[in-house]
């Protein structure tokens, strides 16, 4: 039976690192109720926005079975707000158990109090950005928690009841070194958390630290950024490590003990349905994309004079569906089935692919075995240059 998965972004932090690109902002409590006001009309009109802009009504009748607030820091906005938003999509759709229900966290974000009660509202599964152990990287980056706080948060998770635990690591930040992000590795995996997630610091113009870094400024730490190449071995010793710890790498940036492989984050691989909610999230029913408007404030403005969330809506052409199969399906560790590919759109429509296919095999960049077609770990750290080899090239910039 086909499930669907709901993630609500909250765009809000207490303070903005200098290494974040996303669409996040700091802003007054007062506005939080305002915005949850939002997300309210926006899961209660839904039904008559999509159908207005030729989104069908099935996603409407799936069960939901995994929900995923992010961020920003979601837990800024207290229990009582995220009741409100949990008992609205309950009214609108109906939920499957095992019900996979995470929420993003910030350490000195969540007390005991709040942690107990998002306990009861059937949260049960934290993402904590804990990003490094090392006090002095935080200070750098512009985080507001120390390390011990990230420790305690895990804590007192634990004593709430939560059993399903991730913590978010970077490496490449400012001052960062073989032995401190060893001591990163290590602190984690003491705490044993049932899912990590290893992201590599983003030098881009969309943050206020890749820009100085791209300038060669000397602002926001940038002169401390190590290279590319101490990033990349900091990325394959913590393959390594957290493999001897007994993690299972099941996508490029994901490790999970056995069976705590997030079940949400697969969907956007493997093309399931999502839908997205809040400013700036995206959704997908299997052939439309579509987005809502990012500015917090105009996505509030749009909903309190009862015009739609949404601002753009893409429809895929097969050859696009294809295309996508590929790029986001090779992010997984078991790569991709060519068979699956063939039943839904056809086996001519994988011909174009095959000799690309053959051709970064021959090159070490994929394996191939049967049908099955994965990206080798060799691949792993130059991945989006394979997967642009998936693009057509008549839509290549």
Sequence with gaps: ????????????????????????????????????????????????????????????????????????????????????????????????????????????????????????????RLSIGAQTFDDRELRAVGRLHQAAEACELVRLARHAGFENISLDLIAGLPYQTETSWSNTLRAAADLRPEHLSLYLLEIDVKSRLGREVLQHGLRYHAAAVPSEEFTAKAYEAGQEFLAREGYTQYEISNFALPGYASRHNQKYWQLAPYIGLGAGAHSFDGERRWANETDPMAYQERLTSEASAIAEVCRLSPEEQVEEFFFLGLRQCQGISLSLAAQRWGRESLKCWRERIERLSREGWLEKTGDNVHLTERAYLVSNEIFEEFVEVQRRP
């Design 1 to 124: 039976m086909q499930t669907l998965g709901l993630y609500v972004q909250v765009p809000f932090c207490a303070s903005k690192c200098s290494f974040c690109n996303f669409s996040s902002r700091v802003e007054r409590p007062i506005f939080f109720d305002r915005y949850v006001h939002a997300l309210e009309l926006e899961i209660e009109r839904l039904p008559t926005f999509c159908a207005a802009r030729g989104i069908g009504q099935d996603l409407f009748a799936l069960p939901v079975d995994t929900i995923y607030v992010g961020g920003g820091t979601p837990s800024l906005l207290g229990t009582e707000r995220l009741e409100r938003i949990a008992q609205t999509l309950g009214r609108r759709w109906g939920f499957a158990p095992p019900l996979e229900f995470t929420l993003e966290v910030t350490p000195g974000s969540a007390d005991a109090g709040f942690l107990n009660r998002a306990r009861c509202l059937g949260i049960n």
